[in-house]
């Protein structure tokens, strides 16, 4: 490894108590915390080199150059770790996921985590975790849950010092699967940024902001207790306040597919039967069924004899973003 170029990989994450909308926009300072777990088995890796020798950033995404847009959010990214290092350098970033494509899984979380950690480790910067962490939130906001391990919450603070996310238990605490149900998806969707944005223009976001506290503090206890009845009831709760912010903005976004609202009412069913599992989703169609792992094989192949369904991933709890050989 020359003195300025590092790698590292990180995993994506599932968020329990979602994040939508921003404080600030520029910063990514959310209107609420949030807890999430790492998903171990995805990853995205990332060679990041600095040379004085380039003109310009570059950004290769999966063996090809990346669209300008991708480049022009690394680059502005970029520009804040130079600021941080006191340099003028340019870098090229070599990026690749082990997601399957095609699925719509593809995750800036893991992405600006990986991106953060090579990036910093190439201009030879030595940075606590939380410094990690505030510096991948300024990439993509869950990137900075993808820097801690295991179960991490993410403290909404106020300012760039104090908006940093921290590891609540470790990837060992609570034996999780998230079955990913990955469904056909029709048309391309708002991205995050954007419906960031728009949360602020729903009448309901407020009320969502206001009670997020409790169901913070219902699913940080549940997960240290790994008490999964009152985890899966306010997991379900705070997707769909989410999403119910999503629909009534203005633009509304709807993210939900007809497969999607099945898959929910036959989590919903499978619970009332005894089956450990629930259901959340982000800004996408995709269903995380979270299950205890005694249950995962079970809702696996539940999930895969409903039509729409084109393939179910499962993931179990992720460690930390990391350094690596490359
Ligand atoms: O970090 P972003 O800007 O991609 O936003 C993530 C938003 C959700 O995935 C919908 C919720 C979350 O907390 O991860």
């Not at 869950?142 to 609540?168: K, L, M, N, Y």
């Not at 954007?194 to 969502?208: F, V």
């Amino acid at each position: 490894m020359s003195a300025f170029k590092a790698t590292a990989i990180a995993h994506p994450n599932i968020a329990f108590i979602k994040y939508w909308g921003n404080r600030d926009e520029n910063l990514r300072i959310p209107a609420n915390g949030s807890i999430s777990m790492n998903l171990a088995g995805l990853f995205t890796r990332t060679s990041v080199t600095f040379s004085p020798e380039l003109n310009t950033d570059a950004l290769v995404l999966n063996g090809k150059p990346a669209d300008p847009a991708a480049l022009r959010r690394v680059s502005r990214f970029l520009d804040f770790i130079r600021g941080f290092a006191k340099t003028g350098w340019h870098a090229e970033v070599v990026s690749e996921n082990n997601f399957p494509i095609g699925t719509g899984l593809a995750s800036s979380a893991a992405a600006f985590a990986a991106l953060s950690q090579a990036a910093t480790a190439a201009l030879g910067l030595t940075l606590t975790e939380q410094e990690l962490s505030r510096i991948a939130r300024l990439g993509s906001g869950s990137a900075c849950r993808s820097i801690p391990e295991g179960f991490v919450e993410w403290q909404a603070g106020t300012c760039h010092e104090d908006s940093f996310a921290f590891s609540i238990a470790p990837a060992t605490h609570w034996d999780l699967v998230d079955c990913i149900a990955v469904v056909s998806s029709g048309h391309k969707s708002t991205g995050s940024t954007e419906g960031h944005s728009l949360a602020n223009t729903s009448p309901l976001q407020p009320a969502r902001v206001a009670d997020a506290p409790r169901r913070l503090e219902k699913v940080r206890r549940a997960i240290l207790e790994r008490e999964f009845a009152t985890f899966a009831e306010v997991v379900e709760q705070d997707s769909t306040i989410m999403h119910a912010v999503m629909m009534t903005s203005t633009p509304p976004l709807f993210y939900w597919q007809p497969v999607s609202l099945e898959i929910m009412q036959k989590v919903s069913q499978w619970r009332a039967e005894g089956i450990p599992c629930c259901y959340t989703l982000d800004a996408g169609p995709n269903v995380h069924v979270i299950s205890m792992s005694s249950s995962a094989p079970e809702v696996t192949s539940r999930l895969n004899s409903i039509p729409g369904v084109k393939q179910v991933l499962q993931a179990t709890p992720g460690g930390p973003a990391q350094l690596v050989e490359g």
